[in-house]
Antibody, heavy 120, light 107 residues
């Protein structure tokens, strides 16, 4: 059974770079036709899709965050990562990684999420 | 971007009630519409994909319908564990976008 687990610092200073990793267990990140996404949720608010990566490395980012976002994949470690530069308090949120099989085009597996606070 | 609008934003219902949540897309998305349930402190959980396909393991009381721009999630008989926030999401195009959520509360 595939599981996802986010990891990374819970506190980031303003103007610095937020870096998170999602580790995929129970299956290979390279197998199947899956997109691997990052999604965030500001406390008490709705869901915001950040972007996805395919195991080949192709990416798509939300236009609202595109200038600050990089998603990468490390197939040897079965991980994909998020970098968000020049963060501010507005980037304080729960960050989730999720899998989207192209066969169903829906996020069928999610990580538990990790809270990232931007504060000095 | 495709805008997704849910209604109502919240509702109160009793156990056993039939509950309906609607989701409208700003343009046609065919049947590329998914529904999620989120409980406090937890990640969202996929209920319905492709507008009406029930995700494995999800109770059959969750029913999705619609196509084009208008979609509905119906809970045929509300159970205590169904009190949560429900989100729709379009997977027709990127960027993926979500509705603002509907909170289902106990009456």
């Amino acid at each position: 059974q595939v599981q996802l687990q986010e990891s990374g610092p819970g506190l980031v200073k303003p103007s610095q770079t937020l870096s998170l990793t999602c580790t995929v267990s129970g299956g290979s990140i390279s197998s199947g036709d899956h997109y691997w996404s990052w999604i965030r949720q500001h406390p008490g608010k709705g869901l915001e899709w950040i972007g996805y990566i395919f195991h080949s490395g192709s990416t798509y980012y939300s236009p609202s965050l595109k200038s600050r976002v990089t998603i990468s994949v490390d197939t040897s470690k079965n991980q994909f990562s998020l970098k968000l530069t020049s963060v501010s308090a507005a980037d304080t949120a729960f960050y989730y990684c999720a899998r989207e099989p192209s066969m169903i085009n829906a996020f069928d597996i999610w990580g538990h999420g990790t809270m990232v606070t931007v504060s000095s | 971007d495709i805008q997704m609008t849910q209604s109502p934003s919240s509702l109160s219902a009793s156990v056993g009630d039939r509950v309906t949540i609607t989701c409208r897309a700003s343009q046609s998305i065919a049947s590329y519409l998914d529904w999620y349930q989120q409980k406090p402190g937890k990640a969202p959980n996929l209920l319905i994909y492709a507008a009406s396909s029930l995700q494995s393991g999800v109770p059959s009381r969750f029913i999705g319908s619609g196509s084009g721009t208008d979609f509905t999630l119906t809970i045929s008989s509300l159970q205590p564990e169904d009190f949560a926030i429900y989100y729709c999401q379009q997977s027709y195009s990127s960027p993926r976008t979500f509705g603002q959520g509907t909170k289902v509360e106990i009456k």
